[in-house]
């Protein structure tokens, strides 16, 4: 799971678009 999010963050990062934000959140969520 870990790194599908790390994928994803850097996915999001490399767009540079919102989709970024949401990812952020996931990311953070999934942490807790």
């Known amino acids: 799971m870990k790194i599908i999010v790390r994928q994803t963050l850097f996915y999001g990062l490399k767009r540079g678009t919102k989709l970024e934000e949401v ?3 996931n990311a953070l ?3 807790h």
């Open 23 to 25: 990812v952020s959140g």
């Open 29 to 31: 969520f999934a942490l």
